[in-house]
């Protein structure tokens, strides 16, 4: 009996989040992937917004086995190693202003505590001990360490940690679609970027050390996307108080929403930036900070940067990076993204226009989302027990399409979906990708008319 047949026979010997029963995953090429029946599948969603160059890259096989022949693993605290110095500096070439200093690790949720580590380091060395509290939104997500968790904006995930993290303070997400009567989207995004103020001076504002917030949003928020003068009154008001601004770039990076940063949409430089995800396209877990000189000068001066991992730098992991980039770049993926980005908004815009429970179609480039609410004009959510996110994510899935669908805050959110395929697709496969979505909200919205006319 084969490996595959043993595992479908018997319970597995794995533990994880309760999904779905799915098949064994046979092999990927481009955009696609196949089951071990020859199922074909359009991965939709990158993974989780991770495949940004598509699976089977020849280019980034090469790289790593030309890596392992020579090297795979070298402490950084031994040696430094060449496909790390090169990443650093290719990175700050592609990133906007002064983001020029990067720190290498293993993933999201690791880059995220890399970056607060360093934030509370900077606030050390300047004399600014009293500065802990890190500001986000309500809701929200950054990872699932404990760090990180207590910034994720989510009480359901966090609550059963609870007693064994120190909490931080939220504010509201700008979904400011779901504005008062009568207010203007600039006047919405305003007053949910004034929020951050109040809450910096209830807090006390020689106590707040940073505000990290993703320019577009990810799993928690469909690709939320605010109008421009909120992102600009944010860094104001960072500014004002002394505040670090952390913009995490871990779905939203690596040139997914047709820019390397999404920070470019807006004007906008962060004082720190975390990615992961796409930045290594999933070919290896790998995640990084980059940060200006200025802070990490400051940190250097005072010790140094007291923080690592084991596999923090790793040769392996930054040549395959660097193939990665080299493949954005020499490609075009990004103006890919941005081309193909705004063919599949219009295409879902369509959608939004024949289902009245559509609430928002948002995002940039190739990290779009929507949302399904019982009622537009105010985001009110759709019954908890009708599970509207699996419902229609299971239906695309039957017809060879994986979304990324979710349910945050129990339901209180609505019911999020992200359309994010790798940014190598053409036409004809954001054709097929509207085709096969629309065909499943068809077969799903009279079940979800029915639960709105019932509720």
Excluded at 9 to 27: G, H
Aim: aromatic share 8%; charged share 20%.
């Amino acid at each position: 009996m084969s490996v595959v047949d043993l595992r479908r026979n018997r319970p597995s010997s794995m533990f994880f989040w309760p999904t779905p029963e799915r098949p064994v995953i046979a092999r990927g090429e481009g955009i696609h992937v196949w089951d071990e029946s020859g199922k074909r599948y359009i991965d939709g969603s990158s993974g989780p917004q991770t495949v940004n160059i598509g699976h089977g890259n020849r280019r980034v096989a090469e790289a790593a086995q030309a890596q392992m022949a020579k090297i795979a693993y070298a402490f950084r605290s031994h040696f430094r190693s060449e496909p790390a110095e090169q990443l650093a500096d290719e990175l700050a070439r592609m990133a906007p202003g002064d983001l020029d200093m990067a720190f290498f690790c293993s993933g999201g949720s690791e880059a995220v505590e890399a970056a607060i580590k360093l934030a509370r380091q900077h606030a050390l060395a300047r004399g600014e001990a009293e500065r802990y509290r890190i500001i986000s939104r309500l809701p929200s997500y950054h990872g699932c360490t404990l760090g990180a968790l207590s910034l994720t904006g989510d009480p359901a995930m966090s609550a059963p940690f609870a007693p064994m993290m120190q909490s931080m303070p939220k504010i509201p997400a700008p979904f400011c679609a779901y504005r008062r009567e009568g207010q203007s989207l600039d006047e919405a995004a305003l007053e949910f970027a004034d929020a951050l103020e109040a809450q910096i001076v209830a807090q006390g504002p020689q106590t707040v050390l940073a505000f990290i917030m993703e320019p577009v949003g990810g799993a928690a928020t469909g690709a939320l996307t605010a109008p421009d003068v909120y992102y600009r009154r944010v860094r104001e008001i960072c500014d004002r108080y002394g505040v670090l601004l952390i913009f995490d770039e871990v779905m939203s990076g690596a040139g997914r929403t047709g820019k390397y940063l999404a920070a470019e949409h807006f004007g906008v430089l962060p004082d720190i930036v975390v990615l992961a995800k796409g930045l290594a396209s999933g070919y290896v877990p790998f995640g990084a900070i980059m940060a200006p000189r200025r802070i990490v000068d400051v940190v250097n001066a005072s010790g140094g940067y007291n923080h690592g991992h084991t596999y923090s730098a790793s040769p392996l992991a930054c040549a395959i990076a660097r193939a990665v980039l080299a493949e954005h770049v020499e490609r075009d993926l990004i103006g890919n993204a941005a081309r193909m980005g705004a063919l599949m908004r219009a295409g879902l815009e369509q959608l939004w226009e024949t289902y009245e429970f559509i609430g928002e179609v948002r995002g940039k480039g190739l990290l779009l989302g929507f949302d399904l609410v019982a009622d537009r004009r105010s985001g009110r959510p759709l019954p908890p027990d009708l599970n509207a996110h699996l419902l229609l994510g299971q239906a695309a899935y039957e017809r060879g399409l994986i979304v990324y669908s979710r349910r945050v805050m129990n339901g209180r959110r609505g019911d999020n979906f992200l359309v994010s395929p790798p940014l190598i697709l053409n036409e004809s496969d954001v054709e097929e990708i509207l085709d096969i979505l629309g065909a499943s909200m068809r077969e799903v919205a009279p079940t979800i008319r029915a639960a709105m006319a019932g509720a």
